[in-house]
T-cell receptor
Framework: DGGITQSPKYLFRKEGQNVTLSCEQNLNHDAMYWYRQDPGQGLRLIYYSQIVNDFQKGDIAEGYSVSREKKESFPLTVTSAQKNPTAFYLC????????????FGEGSRLTVL | AQRVTQPEKLLSVFKGAPVELKCNYSYSGSPELFWYVQYSRQRLQLLLRHISRESIKGFTADLNKGETSFHLKKPFAQEEDSAMYYCALKTQGGSEKLVFGKGTKLTVNP
């Protein structure tokens, strides 16, 4: 079954801890993206990668880090430097560079205690 | 800087009534615009894009460059149209990315 898989769906973290959210796709898509979704804020781009071993900062990259060692995988690490990490995180991919048609995962909800 | 504005956080209409979800954009380049939809407990998904000029689920959207708008319209709303709708702008040039508005929650009442 093709698609994008995010894990875990729910995650709790204590302040000061780093946490890594997983995003895997088997759609053979080149580009992958991480967005943060907050009520009333819409989707804000954190990081994106258009090719393996390359990625760019989005609009709210501070306190986050990513890697793109494999085409299928684009994990996001929420570091302790992120001031307000409690949010819903969405991963997406697209077949070609910036076609505008993104395929989204189901999301991961991170709560910092 | 590029920006997408959806002025209505919430929109409520009755079944069978026309619906229009507003979207305005600010972008110095040649815009490409999209509407995404998120139904309850489903993934965010593409609804339509302006370059294809198609009607999806009865929805249409026309790019008006003069008014910098890309409003989403449907002549007769259905209850199953209730969802969160996001307008998005694709930027071009070196750092191409998709910029989303804050979204409008549409509720179609019976």
């Amino acid at each position: 079954d093709g698609g994008i898989t995010q894990s875990p769906k729910y995650l709790f973290r204590k302040e000061g801890q780093n946490v890594t959210l997983s995003c895997e796709q088997n759609l053979n898509h080149d580009a992958m993206y991480w967005y943060r979704q907050d009520p009333g804020q819409g989707l804000r781009l954190i990081y994106y990668s258009q090719i393996v071993n390359d990625f760019q900062k989005g609009d709210i990259a501070e306190g986050y880090s990513v890697s793109r060692e494999k085409k299928e995988s684009f994990p996001l690490t929420v570091t302790s430097a992120q001031k307000n990490p409690t949010a819903f995180y969405l991963c997406a991919s697209s077949f070609e560079r910036n076609t505008g048609e993104l395929f989204f995962g189901e999301g991961s909800r991170l709560t910092v205690l | 800087a590029q920006r997408v504005t959806q002025p209505e956080k919430l929109l409520s209409v009755f079944k069978g009534a026309p619906v229009e979800l507003k979207c305005n954009y600010s972008y110095s380049g040649s815009p490409e615009l999209f509407w995404y939809v998120q139904y309850s407990r489903q993934r965010l998904q593409l609804l339509l894009r302006h370059i294809s000029r198609e009607s999806i689920k009865g929805f249409t959207a026309d790019l008006n460059k003069g008014e910098t708008s890309f409003h989403l319209k449907k002549p007769f709303a259905q209850e199953e149209d209730s969802a969160m709708y996001y307008c998005a702008l694709k930027t071009q040039g070196g750092s191409e990315k998709l910029v989303f508005g804050k979204g409008t929650k549409l509720t179609v009442n019976p």
